[in-house]
C-alpha cells in the first residue's frame, strides 16, 4: 500500500527536485550500463527484503528488541565495507559505533508483553537479518551512487520493491478480517512520503561521507524516534532514555570531529 502510493507520487515530485533526473534514467538504458542497472535494481531488492524481515521481526518479538537489533547494522556495514573498499574502520570510529549503539539501547521502552521461545528464536533471526540486508543494500548504494545521482536511484529501488510486494501477496495469506482501510491508506501514503525522504536522504549522505559513517549515524534513530515522539504527541522520556539521547548525541558529535579533522 505503501509503495502503490508513493511510487508514481514520487515519480512527479523527484523529477521535479532533480531535473536531469529522467534524462539519468534513459541514459543508463539506452547506453546499457548494465553494471548501474544491475546494482540499483539488486539495491530495491534488497530493500524488500529487510523491510519485509524487519516488520515480520517486528510482529513476533517486542518492537524495542526488534529494532534495537536492526540497528546493529553499522557493524555489518563496516565490515562489508571494510571488505569491498578497503575502507578500514579506525580505533575510534568503532568507539563512536559502539557509543551511538549504547545509547541507542537505553532509549528503548521496556516491554513487560510474553513472547512464546519459538517466537523470540524466529524474531531475533528476522530482526539481525534485515540489519544484514541493511548493510549490503548500503555498500552496494555506495558502489552504484559513485556513478548515479540519489534522487532516480531511490527511485528504481522503491518501484522495485513495489513490484516484488505486489508478487508476494500471490504467496502470504490474506486476512478475511474486515479492516478498516481509510486510515491505513493514509497512513501508508504518509508513511510512504517520509519513508522516500528518508531513503533519498540516506543514499545522499552514502554518497557523499561513504557506507559507514552513514550507517553510524543512521544508528540515532533509535534515540531521535523517543526524542521526535515526546515533542510531537507527548511521550515521557525516563531518565534513561534522556541519558540515551544524550549518549547517541555525543557519539554524533565525536563522528562529526573526526570528519572534521
Not at 501477496?169 to 508513511?191: A, H
Amino acid at each position: 500500500m505503501r509503495m502503490l502510493l508513493v511510487v508514481p507520487l514520487m515519480a512527479s515530485v523527484a523529477f521535479k527536485l532533480y531535473p536531469s533526473a529522467l534524462k539519468e534514467l534513459r541514459d543508463v538504458f539506452q547506453h546499457h550500463r548494465t553494471d548501474v542497472i544491475t546494482q540499483a535494481l539488486g539495491c530495491g531488492v534488497l530493500m524488500f527484503v529487510y523491510i519485509a524481515l524487519l516488520y515480520i521481526a517486528i510482529g513476533l518479538i517486542p518492537t524495542g528488541i526488534a529494532i534495537t537489533l536492526f540497528f546493529s547494522y553499522p557493524v555489518f556495514t563496516a565490515l562489508l565495507a571494510w571488505k569491498f573498499f578497503g575502507d578500514r574502520p579506525t580505533f575510534f570510529r568503532w568507539l563512536v559505533m559502539g557509543i551511538i549503539l549504547v545509547g541507542s539501547v537505553l532509549t528503548i521502552p521496556p516491554s513487560s508483553t510474553s513472547y512464546s521461545s519459538s517466537a523470540i528464536t524466529l524474531g531475533i533471526i528476522a530482526s539481525v537479518g534485515a540489519g544484514i540486508v541493511y548493510a549490503f543494500y548500503c555498500v552496494i548504494a555506495q558502489k552504484c551512487l559513485e556513478k548515479f545521482h540519489p534522487v532516480p536511484f531511490t527511485w528504481i529501488s522503491f518501484a522495485t520493491t513495489l513490484v516484488l510486494s505486489g508478487v508476494s501477496l500471490l504467496f502470504w495469506p490474506i486476512p478475511s478480517t474486515q479492516l478498516d482501510w481509510t486510515p491505513m491508506w493514509i497512513g501508508s501514503i504518509f508513511s510512504g512520503l517520509v519513508s522516500f525522504a528518508g531513503h533519498t536522504l540516506n543514499n545522499l549522505g552514502i554518497r557523499m561521507i561513504s557506507a559507514t559513517k552513514a550507517s553510524i549515524i543512521g544508528a540515532s534513530s533509535p534515540a531521535l524516534t523517543a526524542l521526535v515522539a515526546w515533542g510531537t504527541i507527548s511521550e515521557t522520556l525516563s531518565v534513561i532514555q534522556s541519558v540515551g539521547i544524550s549518549v547517541v548525541t555525543l557519539g554524533i558529535a565525536l563522528l562529526s570531529v573526526e570528519r572534521r579533522s
